[in-house]
């Protein structure tokens, strides 16, 4: 069997790269990246060390893509993941459709001419801002929780947030783009009867992560805290309560194997995988980790918000649990000491891997 994997060298795509050999006998793994990220070479011996076939090729570009062997399926590993992508200089926006939406339908026309499947990496952040950011918290153990008997959204609860809740705008333009992709992959299978799975999923974290805010928070505030950089509440009440919950890659390769291995023969409705309440944590609560493990680091306080920002995110994926029988098997535990001993061993990460 042969999977291509877009966005291959990013934190993501290598991980489940290492991981797929585990779980699939005889996989034929192909990979392409564009490698505009910092960071992004660094995996490439790993690369090497797996036997990927590598392509320097740019989902954007349609005549890359043409340009690629056929596969059985694709992992579509690549995107520009930030909540605040588009945001910036002029252009900005539309270069995020190009990487998020249009990179999609380059692949998808790529999995129409081969008969190739489509695994599609989506976002919790493709879920209502509106709703979530009126959910009722209160503050316990320096985090925020939500109150349990409030009038709960639609597809929320004390759980965290399910596949039914609420999609309608505003999500973000960078959740917009996701949710657009997801659409699109379901009509491309209905229409063309493809395979296609679509994975919403949590925040990821893991050692090797690149150091960048808006995509690895867990793996940015440990670095720069053993660093000693500068590190700011920001937004909310500026006491970093906002929690969020964290998934390592390889905990979805099971999964992943037993959907290439056994197609659905209708589209199937996306499904949430994320750590959940179990593996979910504030900022504060993390700053007390590092207190531990590195010793005293004064966090600054910026109460002022910032687009898209929300007070908790933590996904219910009790839906994978009945389907797939999955749950995330790496505990948040050994997720943050795995980040704590890489940022000891390289001190300059954030230096090769943030811009």
Same mark, same amino acid.
């Given at each position: 069997m042969k999977l291509l994997i877009t966005g291959i060298c990013g934190f993501v795509g290598q991980s489940l790269a290492r991981a797929l050999r585990e779980?699939? %006998?005889? =996989?034929?793994?192909? #990979?392409? %990246?564009? =490698?505009?990220?910092? #960071?992004?070479?660094?995996?490439?011996?790993?690369l090497g060390s797996l036997g990927v076939q590598f392509f320097h090729s740019d989902i954007r570009s349609a005549s890359d893509i043409d340009a690629l062997p056929p596969v059985d399926w694709v992992l579509d590993a690549a995107a520009n993941a930030s909540v605040l992508a588009g945001l910036g200089h002029p252009g900005a926006s539309r270069q995020l459709v190009e990487h998020n939406l249009a990179g999609t339908i380059n692949l998808l026309e790529y999995c129409r001419?081969?008969?190739?499947?489509?695994?599609?990496?989506?976002t919790s952040r493709v879920y209502s801002i509106p709703p979530l950011s009126g959910l009722e918290l209160n503050i316990k153990d320096k985090a925020f929780e939500p109150l349990p008997n409030q009038a709960w959204p639609s597809g929320s609860s004390p759980s965290g947030i399910a596949e039914g809740f609420s999609t309608r705008p505003p999500i973000s333009l960078y959740g917009s783009t996701k949710l657009a992709s997801e659409i699109l992959a379901l009509e491309y299978a209905?229409?063309?009867?493809?395979?296609?799975?679509?994975?919403?999923?949590?925040v990821m974290a893991g050692a090797g992560q690149f150091g960048r805010a808006d995509q690895g928070?867990?793996?940015?505030?440990?670095?720069?805290?053993?660093?000693?950089?500068?590190?700011?509440?920001?937004?909310?009440?500026?006491?970093g309560h906002q929690?969020?919950?964290a998934l390592h890659p390889a905990d979805l390769a099971p999964v992943l194997a037993r959907q290439i291995a056994k197609p659905s023969a209708q589209p199937e409705s996306?499904?949430?995988?994320?750590?959940g309440t179990?593996?979910?944590m504030s900022l504060a609560q993390l700053s007390d980790w590092c207190a531990d493990r590195f010793g005293a680091h004064n966090i600054l306080s910026d109460p002022r918000p910032r687009p898209f920002d929300l007070p908790w995110v933590v996904m219910d994926s009790r839906e994978a649990m009945r389907r797939w029988?999955?749950?995330?098997?790496?505990?948040?535990?050994?997720?943050?000491?795995?980040?704590?001993?890489?940022?000891q061993q390289h001190p300059n990460w954030l230096e090769l891997t943030s811009v």
């Open positions: 779980h699939i %006998d005889g =996989l034929e793994l192909v #990979g392409l %990246d564009n =490698l505009i990220r910092p #960071g992004s070479e660094l995996n490439r011996p790993t001419r081969h008969r190739a499947g489509l695994i599609l990496l989506s209905a229409a063309f009867g493809l395979p296609v799975w679509i994975n919403r999923c949590g928070i867990f793996s940015f505030w440990i670095h720069s805290y053993a660093a000693r950089r500068k590190l700011a509440y920001i937004g909310f009440d500026g006491q929690v969020r919950d996306p499904m949430n995988f994320g750590g179990d593996n979910s029988d999955w749950k995330p098997r790496i505990p948040l535990t050994a997720l943050l000491e795995d980040i704590g001993r890489h940022a």
